[in-house]
């Protein structure tokens, strides 16, 4: 297992801006990375997904107001996040495919086998 680290999260108002960042140490990123969000009382969802290539997934709810992005000589997967929304506050995790699951979708949890440990992102109206 990989380690992964998210930072970022905080408390803003709806409008506001945030940059959270998955940072692993030890191994390579490969294949998928995935950023999901889970709100209280609701199942975990799937948010953006880049590829080895550079390739971007992102789910509706958050399409044109966040972006993901991967610095390969830092290890790291960010995920800016603009125009926040009060819908947005949840926990944020990051996840790492390092098995290369092909046949299991981008979007799907199962598609993940190294997790972190969530940032809390917090936007009040």
């Known amino acids: 297992q990989v380690p992964l680290v998210e930072s970022g999260g905080g408390l803003v108002q709806a409008g506001d801006s945030l940059r959270l960042s998955c940072a692993a140490s030890g191994r390579t990123f490969r294949w998928y990375v995935g950023w999901f969000r889970q709100a209280p009382g609701k199942e975990r969802e799937f948010v953006a997904a880049?590829?080895?290539?550079?390739?971007?997934y992102y789910a509706d709810s958050v399409k044109g107001r966040f972006t993901i992005s991967r610095d390969n000589a830092k290890n790291t997967v960010y995920l800016q996040m603009n125009t926040l929304l009060p819908e947005d506050t949840a926990t944020y995790y990051c996840?790492?495919?390092?098995?290369?699951?092909?046949?299991?979708?981008?979007?799907?949890?199962?598609?993940?086998?190294?997790w972190g440990q969530g940032t809390q992102v917090t936007v009040s109206s």
């Open positions: 996840a790492a495919d390092l098995l290369n699951r092909a046949g299991i979708s981008y979007s799907s949890q199962a598609r993940y086998n190294t």
């Open positions: 880049i590829n080895w290539t550079g390739g971007t």
